[in-house]
């Protein structure tokens, strides 16, 4: 753990982020961000000139999620091994 936390959080004993814990964090987090990244599109590209079919935007959305999700839970796990070799 960080020095910080420590300071902050004198009397927590090495609480880590399980595995599943950082998975079902990811998959929220990324979940919303889909959410908000096809509304944004939805939005933002006909200013653009861009026009893709709904169907064809949450294809789009869905790949993109796909690596969020895996990149997301893949930094996650990073960190995680880092705090806990510190």
Request: proline residues 2%; aromatic residues 12%.
């Amino acid at each position: 753990m960080t020095v910080l936390w420590r300071i902050i959080h004198p009397n927590e004993v090495n609480k880590m982020q399980s595995k599943k814990h950082s998975a079902l964090e990811s998959v929220m987090n990324v979940l919303v961000g889909y959410i908000v990244a096809l509304l944004s599109q939805l939005l933002i590209f006909p200013f653009f000139d861009i026009h893709v079919s709904l169907q064809e935007n949450m294809l789009i959305g869905f790949w993109f999620t796909v690596i969020s999700l895996l990149r997301s839970y893949t930094i996650r796990r990073w960190f995680t091994r880092k705090t806990e070799a510190a």
